[in-house]
Each structure stands twice: as structure tokens, then as C-alpha cells.
């Protein structure tokens, strides 16, 4: 059993704060009328890489030993984690990383990566697929990986964004996370619970790709998870051993969201605040819109994303044409 606790955010964060955004958390007014609570949102679309991802990459390689660094680094991705390994990556001057990312990734992704000094590899078409290349490519080459998820220095390096959130709104009632392989979300719950146990943290799935919905109904982790098709390419796959182990019992409730919903929520910080997210940024955001999530008090919605390519937009700003 893998055991996380606050002091282990506390100095992640210590580690990671002069190297990232300390996003704002923004009130929401006008979403909060619409949703029928006091809202706010986590702007992790503001991070330096536009996504809450450069937190975990970034306290998992600054705790790693010269030896490993040496090893090289290999990192599976969708985009946002490879974005923030390789930002990581040029901050440290590392000069072997190699990115194995799925090659339908967000176009504004792979277009980010391909500005980095970095091996890039476009595999497959799913993130399932990518993580299995780069899974063999340590083996063969005996590189260090680096999980987007499924590890402990990354966890904490994410649950940074949610000790952010409890110093800036202490009295918050609920905090709304869109989950994917699960580091966003157990990090969060245990820094926000470790510091408010009354707080309730409601994860969010889009419909397509369930996993962490039943991870929790089912009492063990799914990952692989065989996925439906999604906008929520980020989000879309397993919910990982080491999230289920360290997060999973903190999570009060899953919540699923369909692509339709992502994208009224899109349309909808466009129009209120002319900000731009990707579909994974806005899964929280739809759950808390379409009338998913109820809450008592003061919410919280991260934005966990905000790498969007212009082709989607075309798509998001055609359906709110319709």
C-alpha cells in the first residue's frame, strides 16, 4: 500500500513553487447563477504549459537522483503531461527525453512539443497504446520513467493545485475534478481532506471512458480501460493502481459527463469569461453546469486545461450554433 499524507504535498510544493504559475482561483458570479451555488474555478488552464500536469512532472524529476537522471527519461502521454516533462526537461538542461505520445493528440500539443528538445514519438491511438511503447522502450534502454499518473512524487506534485485551493478558499463545501488516469484527483483530496475532512471532492468522467466511476463502484482499480471516443482525449482511459491506493477512499462521489455537456461548458467560459479550454479543462465545468453536482455552500471547479487546437474550437463554436 502506497502512503501519501499533506507534509509530502507541503514540501512538494515548497520544491515546485518557484518553477510554476501559482494559478488564481477565480469567483465565477454569473456560472455560479447558473449552477445555483457560489462558484469558483481552479484556472489550471493558466499554468506554464497550460495544464495542472507540469506540477507532477515537475516534483517527480526534481526528486530524482542524478543516476536516474542519467538513465535518461521516458514518459508516456496524451499531451499535457509530455508538455510539462519537456518543459521540465529544458528548465534542467536534460538532453535524453523521449515523449511517446498518442498520434491523435491535440494538433496545439504536438505543435508545443515539436518546440522542445525532445524525442517525440506519435504512436497509436489511444493512450493505452503510447504508455505500452514507452513501457518497452525502458525496458530496452533501461530509461527512467516517468508516469503521468501512476506514482507517487507525482501525486504530490498534483495535489499542490489543491493545497492552493484550501489556503485560498478554506471554507470551500465541494471541489469538482475532471479525472483521467486519477493523479489530479487523489492529490487534490488528500491535501484538501487532510485539511478540511468536511470538504467533499466529486470526480468527474466523461461517459465514453468510466473507469474511475468504476474503480470506485467495483473496490479495485480498471487500467487499461477500453474507452468509447471522446473530446476528452486527455481524461479518457484508466484510473490508476497507485491513485485507487492513496486517493481513491477520499473521493466522495464520480460524476459522468457527455462530450455535449463538455462543450456548453466550453461555450460557456467563452461567453462569461472569455477563456478558452480544452474538452478535459471543461469536464468539471460541464458536471457543475448540467445540474450534476450539488452543493451546499462554496464550489470549487479545477479547469485542469486549457491546450485546445483550432479545429476543435471550430467544432465547440458550431455546436453552440446549432
Known sequence: ?????????????????????????????????????????????????????????LNKILSLSSEDLAKGIVASSAGNHALGVAHV???????????FVQANAAPAKIAKLRGYNVHLHLV????????????????????????PYDDIEVIAGQGTCGLEIMQDLPDADT??????????????????????????IVGVNPAASPSA????RDGRPYDPYDHGPTLALALAGGFGRVPYEVGMQKIDDI????????????I???????????????????????????????????????????????????????
Open 89 to 99: 526537461a529544458r528548465m534542467l538542461q536534460l538532453e535524453s527525453v523521449e515523449l
Open 213 to 216: 466511476l468504476m474503480s470506485k
Open 124 to 147: 497509436g491511438q489511444t493512450f493505452d497504446e503510447a504508455q505500452a511503447a514507452a513501457l518497452t522502450r525502458v525496458e530496452h534502454a533501461g530509461s527512467t520513467f516517468v508516469s
Open 268 to 322: 460557456a467560459m467563452i461567453d462569461s469569461h472569455q477563456v478558452l479550454l480544452e474538452a478535459s479543462g471543461a469536464a468539471g465545468l460541464a458536471a457543475v453546469l448540467s445540474g450534476k453536482i450539488k452543493c451546499a455552500g462554496k464550489c470549487v471547479a479545477v479547469l485542469s486545461g486549457g491546450n485546445i487546437d483550432a479545429q476543435t474550437l471550430k467544432t465547440v463554436l458550431n455546436k453552440s450554433l446549432i
Open 1 to 57: 500500500m502506497n502512503i501519501l499524507g499533506l507534509k509530502d504535498i507541503e514540501i512538494a510544493h515548497q520544491r515546485i513553487a518557484p518553477h510554476i504559475a501559482r494559478t488564481p482561483l477565480l469567483h465565477s458570479p454569473a456560472l455560479g447563477t447558473q449552477a445555483g451555488f457560489p462558484l469558483w474555478l481552479k484556472a489550471e488552464n493558466s499554468q506554464i504549459t497550460g495544464s495542472f500536469k507540469l506540477r507532477g512532472a
Open 255 to 266: 460524476v459522468l459527463v457527455t462530450d455535449d455537456e463538455i462543450m456548453l461548458a466550453m
Open 175 to 200: 471541489i469538482v475534478v475532471p479525472v483521467g488516469g486519477g493523479g489530479l484527483i487523489a492529490g487534490i483530496a488528500i491535501a484538501a481532506k487532510s485539511l478540511n475532512p468536511r470538504v467533499r
